[in-house]
């Protein structure tokens, strides 16, 4: 049976992608942590990204590697080094714009036998087949609107708060009218209709590896990326924080702590959208009636699945064409999502 490790399988979406994985896909599974521990559902091992030997160490036998670790901010690009030169598939859940570069970066020119998909979340691979959903036969691509909607009940750990707060006022660049904007993070709010239970959300600038990525991979001329809290407390705090235009990242301890104590208000559906402009207007959107943060592991464990059954990738896999949409609909319905396309004039 083939190996699958994951680094950073004991934090919160490690643990989500740990048991999609477990639900769907055949393989054996090599969890590994900073410190040992015990589990009797996979192998565990002791591997830290910044400890090259105790990565060399957890690779042996292994197939595919998944880093689920962040925030990715400040991680290093060991185990992408260590994947490459053994020819071991790689995936990471990265959200990061710097991260998610300097991986395409290192890997632009890699066709040696395995693939290499970075930002395989959410961010960009969900988005970014979306994108491809909604503009297929599109002639031309006025703009790319991405907004993701969790939802609020439920676990706030420190990798999501920390990512969540490292754009909150920060400036970043995207493109808007085919001519590069500079904006800040948490600014210009945009409302986003959802499908049911959804609905209406207005979601704000975050700074993404779309944005950097997207313009010249669907030609568009403005992209733009908007996550909220289905809170509207929270979206005016963290845009009042932005209009100071400090770096809030040291503060997310004090916002993790907040969000908790209202962790059990709302609801814990979620919802990543898509809305592409051309001839026409498209909306593609994914809805999980119900524990949302699942999504946000669903692209890596059906990357696992389809490498392990043998599905050729070789190098950087595009964010566009990984999944027919009636594979993506198939694998929505398996974990009680929906996959609902709407269009207008």
Not at 183 to 192: A, I
Not at 290 to 311: D, F, H, N, T, W
């Amino acid at each position: 049976m083939s190996k699958v490790l994951i680094i950073g399988g004991r934090g919160y979406f490690g643990q989500l992608l740990i048991d999609d994985l477990l639900h769907n896909t055949n393989c054996e599974l090599v969890v590994a942590s900073r410190r040992a521990f015990h589990s009797d559902l996979f192998e565990t091992v002791v591997a830290d990204l910044w400890d090259p030997d105790s990565l060399d160490r957890a690779l042996t036998g292994v197939e595919v590697a998944i880093c689920a670790a962040g925030p990715y901010q400040k991680l290093p690009t060991t185990l992408v080094e260590f994947c490459l030169n053994r020819g071991v598939h790689y995936i990471d859940l990265a959200d990061d714009r710097g991260f998610v570069h300097k991986v395409r970066s290192m890997t632009a020119d890699y066709k040696n036998g395995a693939a290499v998909c970075t930002g395989w979340s959410t961010v960009s691979a969900l988005s970014g087949l979306l994108a491809g959903i909604a503009s297929k036969g599109l002639t031309a691509i006025n703009s790319i609107h991405i907004q993701m909607a969790p939802g609020n009940r439920g676990a706030r750990h420190t990798a999501t708060i920390a990512s969540l707060m490292h754009s909150v006022g920060q400036p970043f660049i995207i493109c808007r009218d085919g001519k590069s904007q500079c904006v800040v993070g948490w600014s210009e709010p945009r409302e986003f209709v959802f499908p049911s239970p959804v609905g209406k959300r207005q979601g704000y600038l975050v700074d993404v590896p779309d944005h950097e990525i997207f313009p010249r991979l669907f030609d568009a001329r403005t992209v733009e990326f908007r996550a909220s809290s289905e809170l509207q407390i929270l979206n005016r705090c963290l845009s009042l924080l932005q209009r100071t235009r400090r770096h809030w990242v040291s503060s997310s301890g004090l916002l993790q702590r907040a969000a908790g104590l209202v962790s059990r208000l709302g609801h814990d559906w979620g919802a990543v959208g898509v809305e592409v402009a051309g001839d026409v207007v498209r909306k593609a959107c994914i809805v999980a009636d119900s524990r949302g943060e699942r999504i946000a592991v669903m692209p890596a464990s059906v990357m696992v699945a389809a490498l392990l059954a043998g599905v050729r990738q070789a190098g950087l896999v595009s964010y566009t064409a990984w999944l027919t949409e009636e594979q993506l609909r198939h694998e929505c319905e398996k974990r009680d999502f929906r996959l609902v396309l709407e269009a207008s004039s």
